[in-house]
């Protein structure tokens, strides 16, 4: 974010034993840090949301193996319970695979090594989130520049902002550097329901670093669509297959057909850690969370300075509640990485990241 030392995850600077994680479920009513002293706290955490977003997801993953190494417990085991705390996002099992890879290489030092680790993806993820707002902001100055310094109207789903990641995030990298560079950028925020990212996470965080954004329905897209209100939609992903197919929250799908039929720009902003590179096809291969249907049937808020949880629908109403959808290639117009924008196919990732295509 334009507050270069906000983290989204540290270890707690007078005892190393704790790993601290912001309670995102409280935002924006409430800034609560947490403490997580076991790998099940930072089990908890990922399963109940109190961090989410695919690279905080997987980082959160790393300090809860550094938590079971300084307690000595088994890290196989917690290995295999976070891997199956969340089925979508990939950054989760390449964040385990590579500790635990890290872990069996190494010296006596266990606990070192995974520290070492988990700080390193932590630091990377800020320096490839940086990499993804540097190769997006041209495309929003070549907006600005046609629209002779008009507003630039960007329209995001979910939250794929500072904290989904460690900071800067990575469909917002783009926008905080327009905004830092003084482009004239507007963000529309999607809610996201049902568990609201967009109106309590990336409203919060936008609001945060000044970022004029107004939030909408999920429904309102394709109307502002329409009427040329949005030139240019940005989102994340939590899995993008090889061939450049990406999950993300569920409703993106939609946002992608309303701009592919409005000839909007659709891209998807991503860390390569989120590549997924076993898989092509993402309908048939990319798994899809489903979660509690309470997320669909409540909602969470403030009332009188109070958090409370109300139940909106029949108490008997059958609900489903799918956490993601996939969005084929051929919607989205390029996939802005660390490595630069490319498209979203097979041909354009590897020719970013090679070393990872031939693998
Ligand atoms: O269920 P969530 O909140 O973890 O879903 C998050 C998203 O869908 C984000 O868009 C995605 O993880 C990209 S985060 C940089």
Redesign the pocket.
């Known amino acids: 974010m334009a507050d270069e030392g906000f983290r989204t995850i540290w270890l707690k600077p007078d005892d190393p034993s704790i790993v601290q994680i912001i309670d995102q479920r409280r935002l924006p009513h409430e800034y609560r840090i947490h403490d997580l002293a076991s790998w099940q706290d930072g089990l908890v955490a990922i399963q109940d949301?109190y961090v989410?977003?695919?690279?905080?997801?997987g980082a959160t993953a790393a300090w809860s193996l550094y938590l079971a190494a300084l307690r000595g417990d088994d890290i196989e085991r917690a290995a295999a319970a976070l891997l199956a705390s969340?089925p979508t996002?990939v950054n989760l099992r390449w964040a385990v695979d590579r500790v635990m890879r890290h872990a069996a290489a190494g010296t006596a030092d266990l606990v070192g090594i995974i520290r070492a680790d988990a700080e390193a993806i932590c630091q990377e993820d800020i320096e490839i989130c940086l990499g993804i707002g540097r190769h997006g902001l041209p495309l929003l100055e070549k907006i600005s520049r046609e629209k002779g310094g008009d507003t630039v109207n960007v329209l995001t789903?979910?939250?794929?902002?500072a904290l989904?990641?460690i900071n800067w995030?990575?469909?917002t990298a783009p926008i905080y550097l327009a905004h830092q560079a003084g482009l004239d950028v507007h963000v529309w925020v999607d809610e996201t329901r049902p568990?609201n990212?967009g109106s309590q996470l990336t409203a919060w965080e936008l609001a945060r670093n000044g970022v004029p954004h107004t939030l909408v329905v999920d429904n309102a897209g394709g109307h502002l669509m329409q009427h040329a209100h949005v030139d240019i939609v940005i989102?994340?992903?939590?899995r993008t297959t090889r061939c450049g197919d990406v999950a993300?929250?569920i409703g993106?799908y939609l946002k992608a057909l309303a701009a592919f039929d409005n000839g909007i720009p659709f891209y998807v902003?991503?860390?390569s850690t989120?590549i997924d590179w076993g898989i092509r096809d993402g309908l048939t291969e990319i798994p899809i969370?489903e979660r509690d249907p309470d997320e669909v049937s409540h909602l969470h808020g403030i009332s009188e300075g109070s958090l409370l949880t109300i139940r909106t629908t029949g108490s008997g109403t059958p609900v489903s509640n799918y956490?993601?959808d996939v969005t084929p290639a051929r919607l989205v117009t390029g996939l802005i990485t660390e490595r630069g924008v490319c498209d979203a196919s097979e041909p354009g990732l590897a020719g970013l990241f090679p070393e990872k295509a031939t693998a």
């Open positions: 949301m989410r977003g695919a690279p905080l997801i969340r996002a789903h979910c939250n794929a902002g989904a990641t995030g990575t469909a568990r990212q989102t994340g992903t939590d993300n929250k993106t902003a991503l860390p989120t969370e956490a993601f």
